[in-house]
C-alpha cells in the first residue's frame, strides 16, 4: 500500500491553514509543538505553564499566519512568536528581576545533584539562575540574540544585558564547580 502525503511541501501546508483549512493547522500544530514547547520550557520552568504559553503563542501564530512572506525558516517565525509570548508571560508575572541583590541573595540551588550532565540536567542548572539572568542567558545562548536585540526585547539597556549574562555564566560555572567537587567525593 502506498501512503499519499496529503500535503507535498510545507509552503503549500502553510498555504491551506491561512486559508483556514482546520486539518492544515492541526498538521502545522503537531508538526511545530514539541519543538516549540521546548522553547517555552526554556523561559518558563513549570511545564504547565510553558504549555499554557506555547498554546497562547500558537492562537497568535494562527492568527498573524498570513503575514508570514515565505521568506527565511518558518520554524524561525514561529520561534520568534513563542520567545515574544514567554517575555510577555514573564512580565505579567513580574517574575523579571534585573537587580545585582538576587545574584548575591540566590546561592543555594534547588536541584538534585548529578555527576552526568545530560539536558534535563542542563535545564535545571538554567531554571535555577535568578530569572532575568535566565531570560538574558536563554536568549543570548540559545536562541542567539545579540545583546542590542536582548536590550530591545526586554525593554533594558545593552549594558543590563550583557551584565547579566557575565552574572549568569559565572553562577552556571559556579554551580557546576560545586558539583564536580560533591561529584567526585572531595567535599
Not at 31 to 52: N, T
Not at 87 to 101: A, G, H, M, P
Request: glycine residues 6%.
Amino acid at each position: 500500500m502506498k501512503i499519499i502525503p496529503f500535503y507535498k511541501n510545507e509552503k503549500q501546508l502553510i498555504k491551506k491553514a491561512i486559508s483556514g483549512n482546520g486539518d492544515a493547522q492541526h498538521r502545522l500544530y503537531g508538526k511545530y509543538a514539541p519543538k516549540m514547547l521546548s522553547v517555552c520550557r526554556q523561559y518558563i520552568k513549570d511545564v504547565h505553564f510553558a504549555e499554557d504559553v506555547m498554546v497562547q503563542g500558537f492562537v497568535k501564530m494562527f492568527h498573524h499566519l498570513h503575514t508570514f512572506k515565505f521568506q527565511g525558516s518558518f520554524e524561525g517565525w514561529v520561534r520568534r512568536i513563542m520567545v515574544r509570548e514567554c517575555i510577555s508571560y514573564l512580565r505579567k508575572r513580574q517574575f523579571v528581576v534585573y537587580d545585582d541583590e538576587v545574584f548575591e541573595n540566590n546561592q543555594s540551588n534547588g536541584f538534585e545533584i548529578t555527576t552526568d550532565l545530560d539536558t534535563e540536567h542542563i535545564q535545571q542548572l538554567i531554571d535555577a539562575l535568578p530569572q532575568g539572568y535566565k531570560m538574558v542567558f536563554v536568549l543570548y545562548a540559545v536562541e542567539g540574540y545579540k545583546h542590542n536585540e536582548i536590550a530591545e526585547m526586554l525593554s533594558i539597556s545593552e549594558s543590563t544585558s550583557k551584565s547579566q549574562l557575565f552574572k549568569a555564566r559565572k553562577m552556571l560555572q559556579e554551580n557546576l564547580k560545586k558539583q564536580n567537587i560533591i561529584g567526585y567525593g572531595t567535599r
